[in-house]
């Protein structure tokens, strides 16, 4: 799509009726006509059938340069003397048609931006001297001009769509996609003020707190361009194929998405991104569907603040903060959404209490209800909403998927760069989590990562194993190594000990999961830490409770004030494993137990255990199976989390260990996407009971596959590897899918090798698995994912035995290199440009089928040979 004929916001209902003046009226038969006619004996301003005078003539231009200039706003800025100057040259372009040596398939197959550049190079000395906008103004009007005549020419005659039928279906979609960007357009008297709030949008999303790079000199702050890294979501449903797609195309041909991931997966950074995405003033190209929209960002944690009610629409911005809410013109909001305009991104569905999330739900349908036609994203934890929770307000969820291998190496290495250490720590921290099972099962989500990088670089390469080494390290580094280590201690300056900190942070984080809260008051801190202070004379010797507020706020890397008066944990992570630790300390194993069966506590239960001592772990797990058995609601959920707390257990008595894997394992074979999530979240002792594939429906095999492979350690191998016999297609994607979150070698000999190849995509996106391939004879069903490079697969491919690929590009490179597969009869491009030059696959003989995305304009399509058949499909519709 070309920014310039989205610039001149004129739509087909007002260029089309003005665009047919130009041309003759066919009489009967036209239409039958089965040749070429020269463009200049068709319009009606010239020859023996002239219907349409000078003055006519130069009428249609003003209007469409009237039209073109106040629906932009240019004609506030721009002097009348300027805007007739435009008329005139707009009127001189389209009269040069009468004058060009062209006919209408020929100006069909130039496309409208040329034939608009022809007409507009007949004479140039009309917009000598004009300003920058007027200059503007004339292409954008006459470039819109074009893309309807050739609407027009491919209408009027059967033999123009018969001969050029790609050029014709792309001229069609772009006259209606425009249409519809023109919907997205605000009035000039909204312009500016959306001026300033994407100005606000981008500064304020625009930039990404990495945990640990404060701890060198670089900024905490991370740009969101250089920090973003495209993840995959995945969505799955019994009886279908598992879908695959980059995260920032979530809301590419959907309107409405529930997405769940769990905490530090980079849900919140997703957000960021298409809010930025949309507020921008030149949109990357395969984020065009973002084009127009405006971002309304709405954390819930923020929104239900000190237990406010939700917003209404005219509240969103004054409810998150937004400085310029009170310039908002009146009634906006409602244009915009009422327009299909906003894009609604709802922010932690899990961050509010349960007992509140029907009222969210409630306000949810409501606004969908009053505004249908806008994009919305709603964000949470896996556990907190029930499968299906919105499928009838149409959403469609999906999972935000774990790092790959190649994802956990490309965060490494953007982590060290940023941190000014990209050769020395990164390469030996890569190793290390390949290297150990336990850290590359912690690797999987960004916050994890960014907590590895900077605790390996803190610590010169040591690394703790489990994960409450894990964060016990972190706050370590954070409440005390840091400070003393980079000398930010002056003489006078406050002095508080880690074990100090630590015991006033955690009576904060404690009372925010009893309260159900993310955030709390500045005043509710401060009485808080004025009652800890009682038991701790030598702390409140320090200063007063305020000064100590500030320096807990200041340099303890863990709290923060994302408002004035509102303090918050960095992540929700950290509130977790300290309100765990707070609620041990307290012996308070009865209320844990009580509210177990809640999502909001699944985490806190979990770090309880790590933090126990052997008696106080036999004491959670028995009530966690006690109160499962007795309770038919909750046994479930209940049973699964004393399962998961296993893998924090380091020491436990035998018997009750037995007990919670008993229970666990009536809860296998899973039966759904969300039993096989929940069970991958117990960790590797679950792999011991998975069974199968014998005595499971094929639904069952399929989802104890999908548990197995989100475990994603190479314990899993021999798991996954019973089931590399079915025929199940869902059951071999999924094995082939998941080859790059493991070994290469050892999955491909024990389950890629033996994969039935029949109709099965062999997904590919390192050199080692080309490599592997080759050693297995090649394949001639493959699926090739960046960052490949042509070249590697030429070299690694075995070349006459490919005949299906299937690959995701993002540049309009060049296809010649696939003339090297002489059996290469179909290929299917994954992309989301907007356009795709196809001109150099004439090269490849043995090509016969190509399929690209619907979405997709198509360049070079006249050149290919007739026996290419170019076929459409909608993106990440199959395999």
Same mark, same amino acid.
């Given at each position: 799509?070309?920014?310039?004929?989205?610039?001149?916001? +004129?739509?087909?209902?007002?260029?089309?009726?003005?665009?047919?003046?130009?041309?003759?009226?066919?009489?009967?038969?036209?239409?039958?006509?089965?040749?070429?006619?020269?463009?200049?004996?068709?319009?009606?301003?010239?020859?023996?059938?002239?219907?349409?005078?000078?003055?006519?003539?130069?009428?249609?231009?003003?209007?469409?340069?009237?039209?073109?200039?106040?629906?932009?706003?240019?004609?506030?800025?721009?002097?009348?003397?300027?805007?007739?100057?435009?008329?005139?040259?707009?009127?001189?372009?389209?009269?040069?048609?009468? /004058?060009?040596?062209?006919?209408?398939?020929?100006?069909?197959?130039?496309?409208?931006?040329?034939?608009?550049?022809?007409?507009?190079?007949?004479?140039?000395?009309?917009?000598?001297?004009?300003?920058?906008?007027?200059?503007?103004?004339?292409?954008?009007?006459?470039?819109?001009?074009?893309?309807?005549?050739?609407?027009?020419?491919?209408?009027?005659?059967?033999?123009?769509?018969?001969?050029?039928?790609?050029?014709?279906?792309?001229? @069609?979609?772009?006259?209606?996609?425009? @249409?519809?960007?023109?919907?997205?357009?605000?009035?000039?008297?909204?312009?500016?003020?959306?001026?300033?709030?994407?100005?606000?949008?981008?500064?304020?999303?625009?930039?990404?707190?990495?945990?640990?790079?404060?701890?060198?000199?670089?900024?905490?702050?991370?740009?969101?361009?250089?920090?973003?890294?495209?993840?995959?979501?995945?969505?799955?449903?019994?009886?279908?194929?598992?879908?695959?797609?980059?995260?920032?195309?979530?809301?590419?041909?959907?309107?409405?998405?529930?997405?769940?991931?769990?905490?530090?997966?980079?849900?919140?950074?997703?957000?960021?991104?298409?809010?930025?995405?949309?507020?921008?003033?030149?949109?990357?190209?395969?984020?065009?569907?973002?084009?127009?929209?405006?971002?309304?960002?709405?954390?819930?944690?923020?929104?239900?603040?000190?237990?406010?009610?939700?917003?209404?629409?005219?509240?969103?911005?004054?409810?998150?903060?937004?400085?310029?809410?009170?310039?908002?013109?009146?009634?906006?909001?409602?244009?915009?959404?009422?327009?299909?305009?906003?894009?609604?991104?709802?922010?932690?569905?899990?961050?509010?209490?349960?007992?509140?999330?029907?009222?969210?739900?409630?306000?949810?349908?409501?606004?969908?209800?009053?505004?249908?036609?806008?994009?919305?994203?709603?964000?949470?934890?896996?556990?907190?909403?029930?499968? /299906?929770?919105?499928?009838?307000?149409?959403?469609?969820?999906?999972?935000?998927?774990?790092?790959?291998?190649?994802?956990?190496?490309?965060?490494?290495?953007?982590?060290?760069?940023?941190?000014?250490?990209?050769?020395?720590?990164?390469?030996?921290?890569?190793?290390?989590?390949?290297?150990?099972?336990? +850290?590359?099962? +912690?690797?999987?989500?960004?916050?994890?990562?960014?907590?590895?990088?900077?605790?390996?670089?803190?610590?010169?390469?040591?690394?703790?194993?489990?994960?409450?080494?894990?964060?016990?390290?972190?706050?370590?580094?954070?409440?005390?190594?840091?400070?003393?280590?980079?000398?930010?201690?002056?003489?006078?300056?406050?002095?508080?000990?880690?074990?100090?900190?630590?015991?006033?942070?955690?009576?904060?984080?404690?009372?925010?999961?009893?309260?159900?809260?993310?955030?709390?008051?500045?005043?509710?801190?401060?009485?808080?830490?004025?009652?800890?202070?009682?038991?701790?004379?030598?702390?409140?010797?320090?200063?007063?409770?305020?000064?100590?507020?500030?320096?807990?706020?200041?340099?303890?890397?863990?709290?923060?004030?994302?408002?004035?008066?509102?303090?918050?944990?960095?992540?929700?992570?950290?509130?977790?494993?300290?309100?765990?630790?707070?609620?041990?300390?307290?012996?308070?194993?009865?209320?844990?137990?009580?509210?177990? %069966?809640?999502?909001?506590?699944?985490?806190?239960?979990?770090?309880?255990?790590?933090?126990?001592?052997?008696?106080?772990?036999?004491?959670?797990?028995?009530?966690?199976?006690?109160?499962?058995?007795?309770?038919?609601?909750?046994?479930?959920?209940? %049973?699964?989390?004393?399962?998961?707390?296993?893998?924090?257990?380091?020491?436990?008595?035998?018997?009750?260990?037995?007990?919670?894997?008993?229970?666990?394992?009536?809860?296998?074979?899973?039966?759904?996407?969300?039993?096989?999530?929940?069970?991958?979240?117990?960790?590797?002792?679950?792999?011991?009971?998975?069974?199968?594939?014998?005595?499971?429906?094929?639904?069952?095999?399929?989802?104890?596959?999908?548990?197995?492979?989100?475990?994603?350690?190479?314990?899993?191998?021999?798991?996954?590897?019973?089931?590399?016999?079915?025929?199940?297609?869902?059951?071999?994607?999924?094995?082939?899918?998941?080859?790059?979150?493991?070994?290469?070698?050892?999955?491909?000999?024990?389950?890629?090798? %033996?994969?039935?190849?029949?109709?099965?995509?062999?997904?590919?996106?390192?050199?080692?698995?080309?490599?592997?391939?080759?050693?297995?004879?090649?394949?001639?069903?493959?699926?090739?994912?960046?960052?490949?490079?042509?070249?590697?697969?030429?070299?690694?491919?075995?070349?006459?035995?490919?005949?299906?690929?299937?690959?995701?590009?993002?540049?309009?490179?060049?296809?010649?290199?696939?003339?090297?597969?002489?059996?290469?009869?179909?290929?299917?491009?994954?992309?989301?440009?907007?356009?795709?030059?196809?001109?150099?696959?004439?090269?490849?003989?043995?090509?016969?089928?190509?399929?690209?995305?619907?979405?997709?304009?198509?360049?070079?399509?006249?050149?290919?040979?007739?026996?290419?058949?170019?076929?459409?499909?909608?993106?990440?519709?199959?395999?």
């Amino acid at each position: 799509m070309d920014s310039v004929s989205v610039g001149a916001r +004129l739509a087909s209902s007002i260029v089309g009726p003005l665009v047919k003046k130009l041309f003759v009226v066919d009489g009967p038969g036209a239409g039958l006509v089965d040749q070429p006619v020269r463009i200049s004996n068709l319009v009606s301003f010239r020859g023996e059938k002239r219907t349409l005078t000078d003055v006519e003539l130069r009428k249609i231009a003003e209007e469409l340069v009237e039209r073109a200039a106040q629906s932009t706003g240019v004609s506030e800025r721009l002097p009348s003397f300027e805007q007739h100057a435009v008329v005139n040259a707009v009127t001189h372009s389209l009269g040069s048609m009468a /004058n060009i040596d062209m006919d209408d398939v020929q100006a069909v197959q130039l496309g409208h931006l040329e034939l608009s550049r022809r007409l507009r190079s007949t004479n140039r000395a009309a917009t000598v001297g004009l300003s920058g906008a007027a200059v503007l103004l004339h292409a954008s009007v006459v470039d819109t001009a074009c893309l309807h005549i050739l609407h027009f020419f491919t209408t009027r005659s059967t033999f123009v769509p018969r001969t050029l039928v790609e050029q014709s279906r792309r001229i @069609d979609e772009l006259a209606s996609k425009i @249409d519809k960007l023109i919907l997205r357009s605000p009035s000039p008297a909204d312009a500016s003020f959306e001026g300033r709030y994407a100005s606000y949008i981008s500064g304020k999303h625009g930039k990404l707190t990495i945990f640990g790079l404060d701890l060198a000199e670089s900024s905490r702050s991370w740009p969101l361009d250089a920090a973003y890294l495209s993840l995959e979501v995945t969505g799955v449903a019994a009886g279908e194929m598992p879908l695959t797609m980059p995260a920032e195309h979530i809301l590419a041909g959907r309107a409405r998405v529930l997405l769940r991931g769990v905490a530090g997966s980079g849900k919140t950074t997703l957000v960021q991104w298409l809010a930025v995405s949309a507020a921008r003033d030149s949109v990357d190209e395969r984020l065009l569907y973002l084009h127009g929209l405006v971002p309304f960002v709405l954390p819930l944690r923020s929104l239900t603040r000190a237990g406010a009610r939700l917003p209404t629409p005219e509240e969103f911005l004054s409810s998150v903060g937004c400085p310029i809410a009170h310039a908002q013109p009146t009634g906006w909001y409602d244009r915009v959404l009422a327009a299909g305009r906003g894009l609604m991104l709802i922010d932690g569905i899990d961050e509010i209490p349960e007992g509140e999330r029907e009222l969210a739900r409630d306000w949810l349908r409501d606004l969908i209800c009053a505004y249908p036609k806008n994009h919305w994203l709603v964000t949470s934890r896996p556990s907190a909403v029930r499968e /299906n929770w919105l499928s009838d307000e149409m959403f469609t969820e999906l999972d935000l998927a774990p790092m790959s291998r190649d994802d956990v190496a490309a965060f490494v290495a953007r982590w060290h760069e940023a941190a000014g250490s990209a050769d020395a720590y990164g390469k030996e921290l890569l190793y290390a989590v390949r290297a150990k099972q336990e +850290l590359a099962r +912690l690797a999987t989500n960004p916050l994890m990562c960014a907590l590895i990088c900077a605790l390996h670089r803190d610590r010169r390469g040591y690394l703790p194993d489990g994960r409450k080494e894990l964060y016990d390290a972190a706050l370590s580094m954070l409440l005390s190594r840091r400070d003393r280590e980079r000398g930010i201690y002056q003489t006078g300056d406050m002095r508080i000990g880690e074990t100090y900190q630590v015991q006033m942070i955690q009576k904060l984080a404690y009372w925010l999961i009893r309260n159900g809260r993310s955030e709390m008051g500045a005043q509710d801190v401060l009485s808080l830490l004025s009652e800890a202070l009682t038991a701790m004379p030598r702390v409140a010797e320090e200063g007063t409770v305020k000064q100590i507020y500030r320096h807990l706020l200041i340099r303890s890397g863990l709290l923060i004030e994302p408002v004035e008066g509102i303090m918050q944990f960095i992540h929700r992570t950290f509130q977790d494993y300290l309100g765990a630790k707070a609620a041990v300390e307290s012996l308070d194993f009865d209320f844990l137990g009580k509210n177990a %069966h809640l999502d909001q506590w699944e985490d806190v239960i979990r770090m309880a255990v790590a933090h126990g001592r052997p008696a106080e772990r036999t004491r959670l797990l028995t009530g966690l199976i006690e109160r499962g058995d007795a309770s038919a609601v909750h046994r479930h959920r209940l %049973h699964l989390l004393a399962a998961a707390c296993l893998d924090d257990a380091t020491e436990l008595d035998p018997e009750v260990r037995i007990e919670v894997q008993r229970r666990a394992e009536k809860l296998i074979p899973p039966k759904s996407v969300a039993e096989a999530r929940a069970l991958a979240e117990v960790g590797p002792v679950v792999l011991e009971l998975l069974g199968g594939p014998e005595n499971l429906t094929p639904d069952e095999a399929y989802f104890t596959v999908l548990a197995a492979v989100r475990i994603g350690t190479d314990a899993a191998i021999p798991v996954l590897a019973r089931f590399r016999h079915m025929e199940d297609m869902r059951v071999r994607a999924e094995l082939s899918r998941a080859w790059g979150r493991f070994d290469t070698d050892r999955y491909g000999d024990e389950v890629i090798v %033996h994969l039935e190849e029949d109709d099965l995509y062999f997904v590919v996106s390192r050199v080692q698995e080309l490599q592997a391939l080759r050693r297995y004879g090649g394949r001639t069903i493959l699926r090739v994912t960046p960052p490949l490079s042509p070249e590697e697969i030429k070299e690694h491919c075995v070349p006459g035995r490919l005949v299906r690929l299937r690959i995701a590009t993002e540049s309009c490179s060049s296809w010649e290199w696939l003339a090297a597969f002489s059996r290469l009869a179909e290929l299917t491009l994954e992309t989301s440009l907007t356009e795709v030059d196809v001109s150099s696959l004439k090269h490849v003989g043995s090509l016969r089928r190509l399929v690209l995305p619907s979405t997709v304009r198509v360049i070079g399509a006249e050149l290919l040979p007739p026996h290419l058949h170019v076929a459409r499909t909608d993106e990440g519709a199959d395999q």
